[in-house]
């Protein structure tokens, strides 16, 4: 194994870092609490996979029909306890991107110190994917922080070679599969530095190796079972996500100079950051008492790390990017801008190859930077989304009138099926989301009138105590789907309702509704429990 000893802190340095932990958890907790009350106040309905989410929390499953299931699984835990406000997709999106960081300054204290790694963390969490989309609750934000574990447990298993490490890394690297299969592209990175560094012909290396797949395959073990059962239905939802399918429209190099650009746009607040603490450095050091002559500027931060280090950074920092670019440019495949979620987390280091001086100055100079940017970001974001988008009347996930249109649903409900509570509704995610979680008690969403899809109806008749059937083309739906249409068919009361999305200019909802009413064996139940 490679010799650490030249970047490991001693103790006396671990012990100076130890009021560094207060900070980092200080920042992380003020994180979470601004963008999750600020969005919590500013939104009327979450994003559509944060509602997609809510919806799927509905039962504990091996996996799901377009995804694997952790971001499911979390939910479902957290709706067990909080129910499903809309608020809480925000929190937990917050909470996940937090508990990144934390894995982020975890790995920098492997090779440099405390306060340095800080500073990695910092300039990192201004980019959009630790900040506005980690508001979008979804695989591709709940996956980071177990992309970021698994890149810790990598380099300390690669440096200390102890099994537990190996161990925790294929535990991690399962967590992060199972989020969503892209985390493949994090381990082709990994792979590329193992043969760098020529670990292939490492014996116990190998070996840890064994031992990381291991659990890897443990973890995996439930999921793959639940995929032979389900005809692999997320693999061939990911092959169609990434297929162009023969769109005459699509060229290659257009799609690949568009995913760079928007990645570039989403890193810009981190380069701002980096932009305002080197000029206010420039600065500071104009002011400074004159250096005498002969003096050695101090060295860069990078110059401090060891050869191995700098090259683990590069490696396995940017290889996923490159990696994905390349096999987009070669198969010709289509590149979502949002599948990068993860690709960035280790770029806040790149600061060292130009940041010098003394840490304190700098650490709270990039503190200070990074707090105005994060409050600006996210105080721009909750007011665009909100009051701004709702008073000019744009068509937005945030100010959608959910609220407002399950109460009316609700109300017919009552109207037609007096003295029995509304439990299902039949619609699109979106449109059934919204009307089922503001419903007191909860309502489940039969999504598309598919049993696959729904599969917290499976051991139950969905029939039995009748169901709201609705539709719209006014949101993300292009209209009800087959069995959404044969449900609505068979519904003994049929209406329309109408909202405003926002203000009066704004477009109109126009939600087609229909109600199966309850067998008999659930009217007798409901008039027992009263």
């Known amino acids: 194994m490679a010799s650490n000893a030249d970047t490991i802190p001693t103790p006396a340095a671990s012990a100076r870092g130890r009021p560094t932990v207060f900070y980092v958890l200080l920042f992380l907790a003020g994180m979470v609490v601004l963008w999750a009350v600020?969005?919590?106040?500013?939104?009327?309905?979450?994003?559509?996979?944060?509602?997609?989410?809510?919806?799927?929390?509905s039962s504990f499953e091996w996996g799901y029909y377009k995804h694997p299931p952790v971001p499911a699984w979390f939910m479902y835990g957290l709706t067990s306890l909080f129910g499903k406000p809309i608020w809480l997709t925000f929190l937990a999106g917050q909470l996940f991107s937090a508990l990144a960081l934390w894995f982020v300054w975890k790995l920098g204290c492997e090779f440099t110190t405390p306060r340095r790694a800080l500073i990695a963390m910092l300039s990192v969490s201004v980019t959009a994917y630790f900040s506005?989309?980690?508001?979008?609750?979804?695989?591709?934000?709940?996956?980071?922080?177990?992309?970021?574990?698994?890149?810790?447990?990598?380099?300390?298993?690669?440096?200390h070679g102890r099994s537990s490490d190996w161990l925790w890394l294929g535990a991690a690297c399962g967590m992060a599969f199972i989020t969503k299969y892209s985390a493949l592209i994090q381990f082709a990175a990994f792979f590329l530095f193992f043969l760098r560094q020529g670990y292939w012909r490492d014996r116990a290396a190998l070996r840890g190796v064994a031992l990381a797949l291991l659990t890897f395959l443990l973890v995996l073990a439930p999921h793959v079972y639940w995929l032979f059962q389900h005809a692999f239905e997320p693999l061939y939802y990911a092959d169609k996500s990434i297929v162009p399918a023969g769109d005459p429209q699509f060229s290659v190099l257009s799609d690949i100079w568009g995913f760079l650009t928007t990645q570039l746009g989403r890193l810009s607040p981190m380069l701002v950051a980096w932009i305002a603490v080197y000029v206010w450095s420039r600065r500071a050091a104009s002011r400074a008492v004159a250096v005498p002559d002969g003096a050695v500027a101090a060295p860069r931060y990078a110059q401090a790390l060891s050869a191995w280090d700098r090259s683990f950074l590069l490696i396995v920092g940017i290889g996923p990017v490159l990696l994905t670019?390349?096999?987009?440019?070669?198969?010709?495949?289509?590149?979502?801008?949002s599948w990068a979620s993860t690709f960035f987390v280790l770029f806040g280091f790149y600061a060292y190859w130009w940041l010098r001086g003394d840490e304190r100055v700098m650490l709270r100079r990039t503190a200070i930077v990074v707090v105005v940017i994060q409050v600006?970001?996210?105080?721009?974001?909750a007011?665009?989304?909100?009051?701004?988008?709702?008073?000019t009347g744009r068509k937005t996930d945030s100010t959608y009138p959910g609220?407002?249109?399950?109460?009316?649903?609700?109300d017919v409900w009552r109207?037609?099926?007096?003295?029995?509570?509304?439990?299902?509704?039949?619609?699109?995610?979106?449109?059934?989301?919204?009307?089922?979680?503001?419903?007191?008690?909860?309502?489940?969403?039969?999504?598309?009138?598919?049993?696959?899809?729904?599969p917290?109806?499976?051991?139950?008749?969905?029939?039995?105590?009748?169901?709201?059937?609705?539709?719209?083309?006014?949101?993300?739906?292009?209209?009800?789907?087959?069995?959404?249409?044969?449900?609505?068919d068979q519904a003994s009361y049929k209406g329309v309702v109408q909202q405003r999305w926002s203000t009066p200019k704004s477009p109109l909802i126009v939600v087609h509704w229909g109600i199966i009413p309850p067998r008999p064996d659930c009217l007798l139940r409901a008039t027992a429990a009263r």
């Open 415 to 454: 109207q037609h099926v007096p003295g029995v509570p509304l439990t299902l509704v039949a619609a699109g995610t979106w449109l059934g989301g919204n009307i089922a979680v503001h419903v007191r008690p909860s309502a489940n969403v039969f999504i598309d009138g598919s049993l696959r899809e729904s």
């Open 38 to 57: 600020l969005c919590g106040i500013s939104h009327k309905s979450p994003d559509l996979d944060n509602m997609e989410e809510l919806v799927w929390a």
């Open 383 to 391: 007011i665009g989304r909100g009051p701004l988008a709702y008073y």
């Open 456 to 488: 917290w109806l499976k051991s139950v008749d969905p029939m039995r105590c009748g169901m709201l059937v609705a539709y719209s083309t006014a949101d993300h739906s292009s209209g009800p789907s087959a069995a959404v249409r044969k449900l609505y």
């Open 132 to 159: 506005v989309r980690a508001t979008m609750y979804n695989h591709n934000s709940v996956q980071m922080w177990s992309i970021v574990a698994s890149t810790w447990f990598y380099y300390r298993a690669l440096r």
């Open 325 to 337: 670019v390349l096999v987009s440019g070669v198969l010709g495949t289509r590149l979502g801008s």
């Open 403 to 410: 609220k407002q249109i399950s109460l009316q649903m609700q």
């Open 376 to 381: 600006l970001m996210a105080a721009g974001y």
